[in-house]
């Protein structure tokens, strides 16, 4: 070596990754071995402060790591070859980006001085600028750890998000000066003393309060338990977001529903009629808003780590950028030392109402019914609730059956319901319960999942089973693309839809993975074969639930004129 640097101080470049990843707390690494990345793989198989994981799927890999922070696990780390190992991940990283989950996906890249000579498996190094928090490519070796620790630090840093680190093979496969670098995250604070005291003079005097959990209450250390006590103090109703379920507790008597097209419809009533409402780390995307026709109150206060995310469609009154948790615990001192006006609404009572007065719109159309034959989607819901211990890790896939889960499917903390925000991609489902899996190997873990999406990820049965995870997998099949068959804008004729198709035998499938299989169609059924599966705890199990295809669908279920008294 030149440069008087002594041998020994010299190590090969995937042993400097390697250490970041352990320094940074990185438990776990999903990878599919290539050529390119063999330089990493090694030193993971050959020590052991890092899990690796080999999933069957390039698509996959990011799942996993989405599930295992987002069930509570650390950050997780992924490793792909460049080019299709990479296009095929862009699906989950940008589903983490959006859920604004870190994450650290290293691409064994092609080396700088092949690039435009066609090296195997190039691309384009920005293509994945969109769909990452930050790309950072390695163009030198001296540089190596500076733009590791680098990454690492931006994905940690609030909001938090997937970093893409573009390292050359050959910059893993040879020596590297090892250069001390450390980059901690760093957090940007805001003066908002006027704004704070602002928003407890209007959230103190409200007389029809609501409070509104989204994505960044989940994300904030304090984020859940100030939410919940805002809630108390101010008696209000709550509503979530699709990632701020389970963030309040659900058997909280002011939680009223998940927002979207799907809110109940006394829960939507209870937005027109606010004062005031508190949102706590939304950013109001369209998903979750029913395209911006939600109504959000006479005026709005808005709590977001993300100053982009304040503004348009939903102007507020008072906007405040800063850690959720931080704000609300402001916010909440500020109202505890103010007198609340006598004349405000019973949140409590409210909640209950409304959800009652749900729940009965719900037995009337017959779609809780335990015994009906193929079963209703909300009936195998309730029943899975019913079954599963209130620790029990679930993870949805996308679909119709998801929407349904929103409302009817109680979450009792944000670790143990893991789904997707907005991005709303399928086959997410069962990859990402392998990561909760691996995250909570004591804690009993479901997969929901549609026919359609399984489709997309059934190959990871297989992982399922090589790893030995206790995982079930309850396959709603009602062998249809459910979503796009009932909407509105879709012109069939006569009784089928071009969208639906004979179902294959997902308990061959599974046992030729060398899983368990159980065919059901009903929801009492559901509930027996989950519970015997909950008992055996013996490797990965698949309950097939025969769905009826011509259920309504749960926004056409919401369609309905709510006479709770909101007086």
């Not at 700088?112 to 070796?141: C, Y």
């Not at 879709?490 to 089928?496: E, M, P, V």
Request: charged content about 25%.
């Amino acid at each position: 070596m030149s440069g008087g640097v002594n041998d020994d101080e010299w190590k090969a470049g995937a042993e400097h990754v390697y250490e970041a990843l352990v320094d940074a707390g990185v438990d776990l690494l999903v990878g599919l071995p290539g050529t390119q990345t063999l330089p990493l793989d090694r030193i993971v198989a050959r020590r052991d402060e890092v899990k690796y994981v080999m999933a069957r799927h390039e698509t996959a890999i990011p799942h996993i790591a989405w599930g295992h922070y987002e069930s509570g696990g650390r950050m997780a780390a992924t490793l792909t070859v460049p080019g299709p190992g990479d296009t095929n991940a862009m699906h989950g990283l940008k589903n983490a980006l959006e859920d604004c989950v870190p994450l650290i996906h290293i691409s064994a890249d092609v080396d700088p001085d092949d690039r435009g000579n066609g090296p195997i498996h190039e691309i384009a190094a920005d293509t994945f600028d969109n769909v990452v928090k930050s790309n950072q490519n390695v163009e030198s070796r001296d540089r190596l750890d500076e733009r590791v620790g680098r990454g690492i630090a931006v994905a940690q840093t609030p909001p938090t998000g997937p970093v893409r680190l573009g390292i050359p093979s050959s910059f893993l496969d040879s020596p590297v000066r090892p250069r001390a670098v450390r980059v901690d995250p760093e957090r940007q604070s805001y003066d908002s003393d006027e704004e704070v005291e602002e928003a407890v003079e209007l959230l103190a005097t409200a007389e029809r309060p609501v409070v509104y959990v989204g994505g960044g209450a989940r994300r904030s250390p304090g984020g859940p338990d100030v939410c919940s006590a805002l809630a108390a103090a101010l008696d209000a109703p709550v509503v979530a977001s699709y990632k701020g379920k389970g963030v309040v507790p659900a058997d909280d008597e002011r939680v009223v529903g998940v927002t979207g097209s799907h809110l109940p419809a006394g829960a939507e009533r209870i937005l027109t009629r606010s004062d005031v409402v508190l949102a706590l780390g939304t950013d109001f995307d369209g998903v979750t808003t029913d395209d911006w026709r939600l109504p959000m109150g006479d005026r709005l206060v808005h709590v977001n780590v993300e100053p982009a995310d304040i503004g348009e469609p939903y102007p507020p009154r008072v906007p405040i950028v800063g850690d959720v948790g931080e704000v609300g615990e402001r916010l909440l001192a500020g109202i505890r030392d103010r007198e609340q006006p006598q004349t405000r609404w019973d949140g409590t009572a409210l909640g209950c109402r409304v959800r009652e007065e749900y729940h009965e719109h719900l037995a009337d159309l017959g779609v809780l019914a335990g015994d009906a034959e193929p079963a209703y989607t909300p009936a195998v819901l309730e029943t899975i609730r019913e079954r599963l211990p209130r620790e029990a890790v679930v993870v949805t896939g996308v679909g119709g059956f998801r929407l349904w889960a929103k409302q009817v499917f109680e979450a009792y903390a944000p670790e143990t319901y893991v789904t997707a925000g907005s991005w709303a991609g399928m086959g997410v489902g069962l990859p990402a319960a392998l990561g909760a899996k691996l995250a909570n190997p004591d804690t009993p873990v479901v997969s929901l999942i549609g026919d359609g999406g399984l489709l997309m990820c059934l190959q990871e049965l297989h992982t399922a089973v090589e790893y030995d995870l206790d995982v079930i997998t309850v396959v709603f099949n009602n062998a249809d693309y459910g979503i796009i068959s009932k909407s509105s804008t879709l012109s069939q004729s006569g009784d089928r839809s071009p969208f639906q198709w004979d179902s294959p035998e997902f308990v061959t499938l599974a046992e030729g993975f060398g899983a368990r299989g159980t065919v059901v169609s009903t929801a009492d059924e559901t509930g027996d074969a989950l519970g015997a599966a909950l008992e055996r705890s013996a490797g990965p199990e698949l309950i097939d639930v025969r769905t009826d295809r011509s259920e309504p669908s749960v926004v056409e279920a919401a369609d309905y004129e709510s006479t709770v008294a909101l007086e």
